[in-house]
T-cell receptor, first 113, second 113 residues
Framework: DQQVKQNSPSLSVQEGRISILNCDYT??????FLWYKKYPAEGPTFLIS?????DKNEDGRFTVFLNKSAKHLSLHIVPSQPGDSAVYFC????????????FGTGTRLKVLA | DTGVSQDPRHKITKRGQNVTFRCDPI?????LYWYRQTLGQGPEFLTY????????KSRLLSDRFSAERPKGSFSTLEIQRTEQGDSAMYLC???????????FGSGTQLSVL
């Protein structure tokens, strides 16, 4: 049972435009969500997170939106840069539970110069 | 802050051999996690420790896998009688007890021939 899903395996965007990466979850007990970026042969690096008490969190070019009723979150990157080309994973966990982070399958973003 | 360190970076072994990986978390981090990642998939939870206590182990994890964190500092992951299906990137991550972010190491790439 895939509790965190990223239904788009890949996305291509022109440099300077907006990249929107989507993530859906099924476990209503999840109340903290994170986005990670991964380059080949490296471990994932943290990008941005959001608690379920919020619906938006911004950090520079990155904004995460959370729609709890739809069990959906998205990551917006504006403007997109070639260095953003990587695989992006969303993750979720229950802060009152086991602190087991569940990851999606990832979306490969390619930003075209 | 030296980050999460994993050793070795790469391991090639023959089917049936035992392998052991080491992870040194960020020094003040209480929680330590092991994940496995295969091509096209997100990190899959294997197990995690809070200090020296192993609090959860994935039901998908075979009895051939064992992890330890004897003094609440570094951890080892051993795979006995390796199979070709064990070929994957093994990722270690750590976090503070109260923290929300996981910090990942660069991983150990295992190839079973």
């Amino acid at each position: 049972d895939q509790q965190v899903k990223q239904n788009s395996p890949s996305l291509s965007v022109q440099e300077g435009r907006i990249s929107i990466l989507n993530c859906d979850y099924t476990n209503s007990m999840f109340d903290y969500f994170l986005w990670y970026k991964k380059y080949p042969a490296e471990g994932p690096t943290f990008l941005i997170s959001i608690s379920s008490i919020k619906d938006k969190n911004e950090d520079g070019r990155f904004t995460v939106f959370l729609n709890k009723s739809a069990k959906h979150l998205s990551l917006h990157i504006v403007p997109s840069q070639p260095g953003d080309s990587a695989v992006y994973f969303c993750a979720a966990y229950e802060t009152s539970g086991t602190y087991k982070y569940i990851f999606g399958t990832g979306t490969r973003l390619k930003v075209l110069a | 802050d030296t980050g999460v360190s994993q050793d070795p970076r790469h391991k090639i072994t023959k089917r049936g051999q035992n392998v052991t990986f080491r992870c040194d978390p960020i020094s003040e981090h209480n929680r330590l996690y092991w994940y496995r990642q295969t091509l096209g998939q997100g990190p899959e939870f294997l197990t995690y420790f809070q200090n020296e206590a192993q609090l959860e182990k994935s039901r998908l994890l075979s009895d051939r896998f064992s992890a330890e964190r004897p003094k609440g500092s570094f951890s080892t992951l051993e795979i006995q009688r390796t199979e070709q299906g064990d070929s994957a990137m093994y990722l270690c991550a750590s976090s503070l007890l109260s923290g929300e972010k996981l910090f990942f190491g660069s991983g150990t790439q295992l190839s079973v021939l």
